[in-house]
């Protein structure tokens, strides 16, 4: 029996049906706003250009309604801030879109090390980042800034150190960008089995005759007596 999978959710067509609904909604409510916000915030994370793209054309037209309008009032003034707010979100979200980073990193560099790393193994500290790319932890700092302003790593605090990992905009990255290296499954040879021996082995490895147990042999018939 098949297993049942969720198809992955079409962004650019939830966009459009909700900037529909905004643009015939008399007011905008708190609810459109909110889920817009977050079509934009998952669309950004997933490197999701398509979406991100139909939202600022969608919130571009909206915003054509204001414009001709006079005499806005509190409400409706409120209103096109806000979608001039969005607009502004979703066009830095495409400028940090991985085909818009321009990171341009050396496959020997620190930087593409350091995400190569924290992509094999998540949550790297600093010294441990150091470690593995033979450096020192001022330098770690220094690279792990630049990344986390392009959006392709996170950064958290555990304890007192340091913990990096890697967002989808990285993975993305990563992976068009070529500097995952190519690794082969190492080939193991197996190993041939010996055929069991039938003859236990003395210690000087000469084989020698098993004698069986007469305790546990039968009885040999008694020949019978003649007269």
């Avoid at 529909?20 to 997933?46: C, P, R, T, V, Y």
Wanted: glycine fraction near 8%; charged fraction near 30%.
């Amino acid at each position: 029996m098949s297993a049942d999978f969720t198809p992955a959710p079409d962004r650019r067509a939830e966009v459009r049906r909700l900037i529909d609904a905004m643009e015939h909604a008399k007011i905008i409510s708190d609810g459109h706003f909110s889920a817009l916000g977050m079509l934009i915030n998952d669309a950004s994370l997933s490197a999701d250009e398509p979406a991100l793209v139909e939202c600022q054309d969608g919130l571009q037209w909206l915003h054509r309604h204001y414009i001709d309008v006079d005499g806005l009032d509190g409400a409706q003034r409120e209103q096109r801030g806000r979608i001039l707010g969005l607009i502004d979100v979703v066009h830095w979200a495409l400028r940090r879109l991985p085909s818009g980073l321009q990171l341009a990193l050396q496959p020997d560099g620190h930087a593409a090390r350091f995400l190569v790393a924290v992509f094999r193994r998540q949550g790297l500290s600093n010294q441990e980042l150091a470690a593995e790319l033979g450096t020192d932890e001022t330098e770690i700092s220094r690279v792990g800034r630049k990344l986390l302003a392009a959006g392709v790593v996170w950064r958290r605090k555990e304890w007192r150190h340091n913990a990096w990992d890697l967002t989808p905009r990285g993975r993305h990255y990563l992976e068009t960008s070529g500097l995952l290296p190519e690794e082969t499954p190492s080939v193991r040879r197996a190993e041939a089995v010996r055929p069991a021996e039938t003859t236990p082995r003395s210690p000087d490895a000469v084989p020698r005759r098993v004698t069986p147990d007469r305790r546990s042999s039968p009885p040999e018939p008694r020949r019978p007596a003649h007269g």
